[in-house]
C-alpha cells in the first residue's frame, strides 16, 4: 500500500483514497493501523459471515473476454446454467 500510495500522490491523486478487501478482519485491520499502512478503508464482508456459507463473486469474464483480476480466472461450472 506504501508504493501504491507513493505512486498515486507523485502524479498528483493525493485526492484518491485507498480501499482494500480480502481476508480483513478486527486482528489484521488493527494490525495495519498500528503499521501505519495508508489504507483510507477496509472491505470486511467475509469476517461478519458466521459458517461456511463463505464464498467470492468476482467477475472474470466480461462479455466473453477474461477481465479477472490477478490471482482468478475463469472456470467452468458444469452445473450452473444461465440466467435470462
Same mark, same amino acid.
Given at each position: 500500500?506504501?508504493?501504491?500510495?507513493?505512486?498515486?500522490?507523485?502524479?498528483?491523486?493525493?485526492?484518491? @483514497?485507498?480501499?482494500?478487501?480480502?481476508?480483513?478482519?478486527?486482528?489484521?485491520?488493527?494490525?495495519?493501523?498500528?503499521?501505519? *499502512?495508508?489504507?483510507?478503508?477496509?472491505? *470486511?464482508?467475509?469476517?461478519?459471515? @458466521?459458517?461456511?456459507?463463505?464464498?467470492?463473486?468476482?467477475?472474470?469474464?466480461?462479455?466473453?473476454?477474461?477481465?479477472?483480476?490477478?490471482? @482468478?480466472?475463469? @472456470?467452468?461450472?458444469?452445473?450452473?446454467?444461465? *440466467?435470462?
Amino acid at each position: 500500500m506504501w508504493k501504491v500510495r507513493e505512486a498515486l500522490d507523485a502524479e498528483g491523486f493525493d485526492h484518491v @483514497r485507498i480501499v482494500i478487501s480480502g481476508g480483513f478482519d478486527a486482528q489484521r485491520i488493527r494490525e495495519f493501523e498500528r503499521k501505519g *499502512v495508508p489504507v483510507d478503508s477496509y472491505g *470486511v464482508g467475509s469476517a461478519l459471515i @458466521r459458517g461456511e456459507n463463505d464464498f467470492t463473486a468476482d467477475v472474470v469474464m466480461l462479455e466473453g473476454k477474461p477481465c479477472a483480476k490477478v490471482g @482468478r480466472r475463469y @472456470r467452468p461450472n458444469p452445473r450452473l446454467e444461465p *440466467v435470462s
